[in-house]
């Protein structure tokens, strides 16, 4: 599989998703247009291996409701995910069995080697 899953509204996507092209073959998938599905949030589960390494604690939402106060388990970061796409820390990348989750440099370094090797 080949797949991005982000914000079209997100300007550090964007940014990212230019600087990773080109991106041939891959699937995009504006998470606010079309929500996750719980499959497709296990699918990048089972890749990163937990649902806090999807997580975003950096989402205005999670500051609002105080969740950073709260013990929250893998059962929670699940729902939150599935409640509102900007608990999902973006973008997901996702090329065959290898995922990279988020913005940071090296890991937007380490998804291009990987998609342009």
Not at 39 to 54: C, P, R
Not at 56 to 74: D, F, I, Q, V
Not at 75 to 102: A, C, M
């Amino acid at each position: 599989m080949k797949k991005i899953y982000y914000l079209t509204t997100c300007d550090t996507c964007k940014r990212i998703i230019k600087e990773l092209q080109p991106l041939d073959n891959f699937e995009m998938q504006d998470i606010k247009a079309s929500a996750i599905t719980p499959e497709q949030l296990l699918k990048m589960q089972e890749l990163a291996g937990s649902y806090e390494a999807l997580f975003s604690k950096r989402a205005r939402l999670y500051k609002e409701r105080n969740l950073k106060e709260k013990s929250l388990s893998e059962s929670d970061y699940k729902n939150l995910i599935l409640e509102h796409y900007t608990f999902l820390k973006r973008p997901v990348l996702i090329n065959g069995n290898q995922i990279f989750i988020g913005n940071s440099k090296k890991t937007v370094a380490d998804a291009k080697l990987n998609i342009h090797s």
